[in-house]
């Protein structure tokens, strides 16, 4: 069968794109359709996500696209949209930086299960406050949570939107902290802890099928033919990056950098063990049975949202300018764990990697360029923490590093990630998350066998950009050990 054209959505937290992809078994081509902000919205105290003007830019992506066999939709993991017995939204979805999950929150579900060791024996989730498991616990008692019918994660909500069907896709079930990871599917014992109905949470379904076609309201709409497609693709984000990694060998490490970083290896079995749990590892679900074992290290959105507060105190934050006077910037002057809690809410980065530096007797970062030159180090820090500690832990070797998403375009970042590890980086592609969506939906075609045969396709039809470690191994091992990351 020759090569199909496709449509893929893929909503990242600072913006949201269509692309259209050409894929065949050796075909492999994705075009930039249209690309839209995402704007989180604050009300009060709440964080919101401004999911109609996503929605909006997904219609007019589609319909910019032009005609294609179908359309997948990924975006980030965990959140969710309540909907009500006629399937209407129920209130703006919350963004998963949102501060209602408190501790106070958190330790009700864990009483509810027996302890947080409970609770990973049932979902082998790591620990994150904003699990899904936690907002919905949150939520017990509120109107909203009493009309809801069905918990739609964001994909799913959009497929809602697109096709009327209801369904979960797996891999970002996994991400919820309500899904057993060992029998791959919703755990009775976390729904229950998170104090939820079981009704609530839609039949599951699995990437590489097809969930119905487009609504004709949409198809008219967007121009796009009636009996155009909605697939189901590995909708959470990071399962359509890892399975766009380009790996050729069975023994690789990846990291999928963008707003956060994503790094860890691939295990066919869950890792359940309490050193794991301790550690802070999660067990999502892959395409065709595999389990993400990762940890998530906060990314690169320490550096965009510094950029964002310095362009709002009026202090240039040109991105290039940065990342040369980071290059210039002393090596290891100060360094952070970027996994601190006190980085996880917007706010004033810069400030409080000052106050982080005041806290542990480090010198503050005197200019912008020295605060981008720790950020970037410390993240080559936890990455190669990370990896590190995920091979001890599945008993594995790490062997090639394969930096994937936005950060494979940092220069910076990828060498010092292959310095900190000594070991080489291969970066890219950086649209690794589309190109995994497009990917899916070959699989869907027909077209496509396997991973192994979608990462092949993926390695040769990109040009990736090898960075060698510098050899300077014991420089990073010091700065490692005075941050904790040893
Ligand atoms: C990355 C990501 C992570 C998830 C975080 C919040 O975009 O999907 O995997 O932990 O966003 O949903």
Redesign the pocket.
């Known amino acids: 069968p020759g090569a199909r054209r496709v449509a893929a959505v893929d909503l990242?937290?600072t913006s949201g794109r269509v692309m259209v992809g050409l894929v065949g078994a050796d075909t492999l081509q994705l075009t930039e359709a249209h690309r839209f902000e995402n704007r989180p919205v604050q009300v009060g105290e709440a964080l919101h996500w401004d999911v109609l003007a996503l929605y909006q830019g997904v219609l007019d992506g589609l319909r910019a696209a032009g005609p294609v066999d179908s359309v997948g939709v990924d975006s980030?993991?965990?959140?969710y949209g309540l909907v009500d017995a006629d399937g209407v939204l129920l209130g703006n979805p919350r963004h998963?930086r949102d501060p209602r999950t408190t501790p106070e929150v958190v330790e009700g579900v864990w009483k509810r299960i027996g302890g947080a060791e409970a609770l990973y024996q049932a979902t082998g989730l790591q620990h994150?406050p904003?699990n899904t498991v936690f907002q919905l616990a949150a939520a017990r008692g509120s109107a909203q949570l009493a009309a809801a019918r069905a918990v739609l994660l964001i994909p799913d909500l959009i497929g809602h939107w697109l096709s009327g069907t209801v369904g979960a896709e797996s891999t970002n079930a996994s991400?919820t902290g309500l899904f057993d990871a060992t029998t791959r599917s919703w755990s009775p014992a976390a729904v229950e802890a998170a104090g939820i109905a079981s009704s609530l949470l839609p039949p599951l379904r699995e990437p590489g099928t097809f969930a119905g076609p487009l609504l004709p309201r949409v198809t008219e709409h967007t121009g796009l033919a009636a009996d155009t497609r909605l697939a189901i693709v590995a909708s959470?984000?990071?399962a359509s990056a890892v399975a766009a990694v380009p790996a050729t060998g069975p023994e690789f490490a990846y990291i999928?950098c963008?707003?956060?970083s994503?790094a860890g290896i691939e295990l066919t079995t869950p890792v359940l063990t309490e050193a794991s749990r301790q550690a802070g590892f999660t067990n999502e679900l892959g395409v065709d049975g595999t389990i993400r074992y990762l940890r998530?290290v906060m990314g690169l959105w320490l550096l965009n949202e510094s950029r964002r507060v310095w362009q709002d105190h009026g202090i240039p934050a040109d991105l290039e300018t940065l990342l040369a006077q980071a290059a210039a910037a002393e090596p290891f002057a100060c360094l952070i764990d970027p996994n601190d809690p006190r980085f996880l809410p917007p706010g004033d980065i810069p400030d409080r990697i000052r106050r982080f530096c005041a806290d542990t007797g480090q010198p503050p970062p005197p200019t912008p360029g020295a605060t981008v030159r720790c950020i970037l180090e410390s993240l080559a820090l936890a990455h190669r923490h990370t990896l590190r500690q995920a091979a001890t832990l599945a008993h594995r070797s790490l062997g090639t590093v394969h930096l994937v998403g936005g950060g494979s375009h940092n220069a910076l970042l990828c060498q010092w990630t292959a310095d900190a590890l000594g070991l080489p980086v291969i970066a890219g592609p950086a649209e690794a998350t589309a190109v995994g969506n497009v990917l899916m939906q070959g699989r869907a075609h027909g077209l496509l066998a396997d991973l192994a045969a979608m990462r092949h396709l993926v390695a040769a039809s990109h040009r990736l950009c090898r960075y060698e470690p510098s050899g300077d191994e014991a420089a990073w091992d010091h700065a490692a050990e005075r941050v904790g990351l040893g």
């Open positions: 990242g937290a980030w993991a965990v959140d998963y994150l904003f991400t959470h984000d990071t999928s963008g707003t956060w994503l998530n």
